[in-house]
């Protein structure tokens, strides 16, 4: 299951490791179940790098706290719906073999 990162002092989230609070500069946080989002845009790119699916979907979604994340999206997935945010999926074929990572996918599914 995917992480959340949340500041022990004001409680903003984030998706990104970070020494400190971009908020209030605290540099204590807590790793939380991040909870169902909502894709706020999806984009599609068609001309990708070498080894990344082609045409590859992505979505912004928003999760609780302001809690905001870029990442491939399921076929199935279009702006406004609930996600979760679940890994093991392949993202690329990298130099040192395949890459996997988190994907966007439908909340109910």
């Known amino acids: 299951m995917m992480r959340v990162l949340e500041c022990k002092a004001c409680g903003q989230r984030s998706f990104y490791d970070k020494s400190q609070c971009l908020d209030c500069g605290n540099d204590e946080f807590l790793c939380e ?14 001309v990708t ?3 990344v699916r082609e045409p590859n ?3 912004l979604a928003s ?5 905001n994340i870029i990442a491939q ?3 199935s997935v279009s ?6 945010l679940k890994g093991g ?18 909340a109910d599914g």
């Open 63 to 67: 999760f609780p706290g302001d809690a």
């Open 73 to 75: 999206i399921g076929d």
């Open 49 to 51: 790098p070498e080894g």
């Open 89 to 106: 999926h392949e993202l690329r074929d990298g130099r040192d073999g395949i890459v996997q990572g988190a994907r966007l996918l439908p």
């Open 79 to 84: 702006s406004g719906d609930d996600v979760v």
């Open 57 to 59: 979907r992505l979505g």
């Open 33 to 46: 179940n991040p909870g169902t989002g909502q894709v706020i845009s999806v984009s599609t790119v068609h």
